[in-house]
């Protein structure tokens, strides 16, 4: 059994910072990464962590965002800095876990970027 909750999201001005965390249960993460789905828009992967820790970005995001990962909370976290009205979506995390890697979402956290 797999459980991912996405939690941290929230109303922030241009130019903000948030800091997401998903909490996974069940089995230990792999390589795990962050999602957003922007209104009227398809799902898209926004940042990646393997297990080593290398990472790799979207390059609308490149500079502004950081994923993380604590092995020992079995959490992976996303610092959002400089945030623009495009960042806004509800961001979900999935990845290498359980049985059926990338199959699980969680209900996501909404972003909202705005004045």
């Known amino acids: 059994q797999v459980q991912l909750v996405e939690s941290g999201g929230g109303l922030v001005q241009p130019g903000g910072s948030l800091r997401l965390s998903c909490a996974a249960s069940g089995f230990k993460i792999g390589a795990m990464g962050w999602y957003r789905q922007a209104p009227g828009k398809q799902r898209e992967l926004v940042a990646l962590?393997?297990?080593?820790?290398?990472?790799n970005y979207a390059d609308s995001v490149k500079g502004r965002f950081t994923i993380t990962r604590d092995d020992a909370k079995n959490t992976v976290y996303l610092q959002m800095n400089s945030l623009k009205p495009e960042d806004t979506g509800v961001y979900y995390c999935n990845g290498d876990l359980g049985p059926h890697p990338y199959d699980y979402w969680g209900q996501g956290t909404q972003v909202t970027v705005s004045s």
């Open positions: 962590i393997t297990k080593p820790g290398s990472t």
